[in-house]
C-alpha cells in the first residue's frame, strides 16, 4: 500500500477493488508500486533517455547494487557477442520492485526486477532471461508491432497519473504492467528458442532457462503478490518449459556450459528483498507502514498481501476476508460519511456508530448481502482515513469478534518505531549437516516462510538440502 492511496478510494475505484477482492480465492493480484513522488523529466532528453526516466520512475526507480549491476554487464556483453547482431549497444537497468518481471525496450535498453534477480539460482538463469529479451529486440519484435511508441506513450501515462491524478494511476497500472512486457505468444515462444541458441554460443548452460522457466512457474502458483506479474504476459509456462528444454537439448548435453552458481549468490548477497518499508510492510499477521505511521494485526489465521492499492488478508479457506486502505475525504467529512459515501450496498439500520480506540476517532457498521456480510470501519489518524473491512461468507458466525479484535489492533505509528522497520534482504548462507528447508526457513520474517524459502532456491517440497550447497534466506 504505497502513499497513492492517500488520494485514492472513490465510490467506483473501490467497488472495483472489493469486487476483485471477494472474486480472488486462490491468491492475490500483485500491481506494480508506482510512486507518487516519481521526479518529472524535464529538458531536452534524448527520447530514449526520456522513456527511460520514466519508466524507471513508474517502476520504483533504480536498484545500486553494483556486484549485481556488474554481474549482469558482464553476462550482457557475452550474449550480445554470440547473437546475431554483435554490432548492438546493450544497457542493463536493475529496477526497484519486488515483483519478478523482465523487459526490454527497441533502443536496447534492458530492465530486470531485484524480484527476478532474487528468484533466478546462479548465472545461467539470469543469462537465459538477458537473452530471451534480447532476442526481442534482434528478432524486431517490438518494431513489427511499432511497440516503441506504444511502450513511449504508456511509460508517459503512467508517470504523469502518477504525478497529477492518483485515481487514474490505480486503473493503469494492471495495464502498465502487463504491455510494458507483452508480445505475441508466436513472439514469446520464438524468442525463447532464439534465447536458447544464444546462451549456449555464449558458452552458458542451455539448461539455465528450462530451469528458470520452472522456478517461475513455482513462483506464480506459490501466491506471492510480487511473483505473477511476468506470468501475466507470456504464454503458459508449461508449453514454454517443454519447447525450452528441447532447445537446450539440442544446443548441448547436460552440465557442459556454465551455470555460475557460486559467483551469482555472491553478487546478489545483500539485495533488497520483498516489499520496501516505505510502502508498508508484512511480518507474519502484523502489517505496518512506516511513512503513513499505521499498523495493524490480522485475526490469527489469516495470510496478508500488501498490494499498491490495498492490504488484501483472506483466511486458509477462503471463506473470510480482510481489506484495509486510505479513503480520499473531503475536508470536513465525517467518517459515517466515508462508509456512506464509499459503500456500495446498504448498511444495516441502527448498525452506524462511533467510537475511539487507541485514542483513534472510528466509525463502524454492518452491511449484510446476499453472500457476504461485512463489518466495515472508518479510521482517522491525523488528515488521513483509513477503511478495515472484514467479510465473512457464511454469514457472521464470529466475525463480529475477529473483526473487534482487528479494529482494536489499528494504531498509529511513532516516529521512533518506523525508524526501526527495516527492509528484508537476502543473505546468502551455507548449510550445515542437519540443516532442512524447514529449518532454514524458520529464520525468515516471512509469511508462508518454508514456501518462500522453496521458491527462493527452486527446490521441491521434499527435496533434502545438501550440506555444504549455499542457500538463499531473507533476513532483516
Partial sequence: MNRTLQRTGTRVAGSILLMGWLAGCAGFDSNVSLPADAPRVVGAERPRDRDHERLVAAFGGELRAPEAQ???????????????????????????????????????????????????????????????????????HASQRNELQARSTLIKRVTENVLNNAEEAALVQNQARST?????????????????????????????????????????????????????????????????????????????????????????????????????VVRGRRFIHSRLGVAFEAPEGFTLENTSQAVLGASADGTRRLLFDAADTPAGQSLEEVLRSTWNDTIEPGSLSTTTINGLPVATALSVGKEWTFRLSAIRIGNTTYR???????????????????????????????????????KIITAQPGDTAQSLADRMPVDRPLDRFLQLNGLDRNEALRAGERYKIAVE
Fill in 180 to 280: 510494458l512486457a507483452s508480445f505475441s505468444r508466436a513472439q514469446e515462444l520464438e524468442a525463447d528458442q532464439a534465447g536458447v541458441k544464444v546462451l549456449a554460443r555464449a558458452g552458458f548452460d542451455p539448461y539455465g532457462a528450462p530451469r528458470f522457466l520452472t522456478a517461475l512457474g513455482r513462483s506464480a502458483t506459490g501466491g506471492s503478490d510480487a511473483s505473477a506479474d511476468m506470468m501475466a504476459s507470456h504464454p503458459n509456462t508449461r508449453d514454454r518449459i517443454a519447447l525450452a528444454l528441447q532447445a537446450a537439448r539440442r544446443a548441448s548435453a547436460p552440465g557442459i556450459g556454465d551455470s555460475g552458481r557460486p559467483d551469482y549468490l555472491s553478487a546478489i548477497d545483500g539485495i533488497s528483498y520483498g516489499d520496501d518499508p516505505a510502502d508498508g
Fill in 388 to 426: 478495515l473491512i472484514m467479510a465473512s461468507r457464511s454469514g457472521n458466525n464470529g466475525l463480529d469478534a475477529q473483526f473487534q479484535r482487528t479494529l482494536d489492533s489499528v494504531r498509529q505509528v511513532q516516529p521512533d518505531e518506523a525508524r526501526m522497520i527495516r527492509p528484508l534482504r537476502l
Fill in 70 to 140: 556488474r554481474l549482469l554487464n558482464d553476462i550482457t556483453k557475452r550474449l550480445v557477442a554470440a547473437s546475431d547482431r554483435p554490432d548492438e549497444a546493450y544497457q542493463v537497468t536493475i529496477l526497484n520492485s519486488p515483483v519478478v518481471n523482465a523487459f526490454a525496450l527497441p533502443n536496447g535498453r534492458l530492465y530486470v526486477t531485484r524480484g527476478l534477480l532474487a528468484l533466478a539460482n546462479d548465472e545461467a538463469e539470469i543469462a537465459a532471461v538477458l537473452s530471451h529479451e534480447i532476442a526481442h529486440v534482434t528478432l524486431r
